[in-house]
């Protein structure tokens, strides 16, 4: 199967959000990754149900919906409601992740859990078989349009190895400062799906961008 290339909203023109979906649609994407932030857990905010009810309007392709939350056990039904198809909570902020990552399957909806930086990706051993998605983060997250580390790689590496292990069937996806120049190597060492936000959203021609991401 193909890689996903998941464009962030969160580098779009919210003044033209509808247009944005549009494009998205049109394009060769696979998922809209929405971010979410609470001020809490990252230092910035950016939206929350209603944006997300206006994306779910419009949008044709699944909602990758990433929580920048603590303890998101408090919202999950929500965001399913605003229509939500993948609900990915960070490691770092729920305390009882295995009831949490219960509670978003009992929703009917894909569960995926984030690591930031610093987070080792052995630390999933034990939930690894229960998730549909592994995010790992290759900037500390909060923005869009930073600069991507350069670590990430040997993380991929070692997550694969432990999926392989487990016979767990989770997507690897990687998101911050993904771009033209090292979404290919992102492939070769094991990721199977990309966020873009400033890559696709401040070049040119977004579509084109997008398909050019797809290719392998
Ligand atoms: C960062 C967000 C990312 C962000 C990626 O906290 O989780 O999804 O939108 O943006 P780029 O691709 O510009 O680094
Ligand atoms: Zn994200």
Redesign the pocket.
């Known amino acids: 199967m193909s890689h996903i290339i998941a464009p ?1 909203i ?2 779009a023109d919210f003044a033209n959000l509808q247009r944005d979906v549009e494009m998205i649609n049109n394009s060769q994407a696979d998922w809209f ?1 929405v ?1 979410v ?1 609470d001020g809490m857990f ?1 230092p910035n905010i950016s939206f929350g149900f209603p944006v997300i009810k206006a994306i779910k309007k419009h949008a044709k392709k699944p909602l990758d919906v ?1 929580l ?1 939350v603590m303890d998101p056990d408090r919202y999950l039904q929500q965001f399913k409601e605003a229509g939500a198809d993948i609900i990915t909570v960070h490691y770092e902020a729920c305390t009882h992740l295995h009831r949490t990552v219960q509670a978003i399957k009992a929703l009917g909806v894909k569960a995926g859990v984030a690591i930031n930086p610093h987070t080792p990706v052995n630390l999933l051993v034990d939930i690894i078989e229960d998730i549909d998605v592994v995010l790992v ?1 290759s ?8 600069k991507f580390i350069e670590n990430t790689y040997h993380k991929i590496v070692s997550l694969r190895d432990i999926i392989r292990a487990t016979k767990s069937k989770a997507i690897i996806e990687i ?4 771009d033209m120049l090292n979404y290919t190597k992102l492939l070769e060492a094991g990721a199977t799906a990309l ?5 696709v959203f401040s070049s040119p021609n977004p579509t084109q961008t997008i398909s050019d991401l797809k290719k392998v």
């Open positions: 962030s969160l580098s990754h971010d932030m990252v990433h920048m983060m900037v500390n997250p909060g923005f869009g349009g930073q998101d911050g400062g993904v966020v873009a936000g400033n890559t």
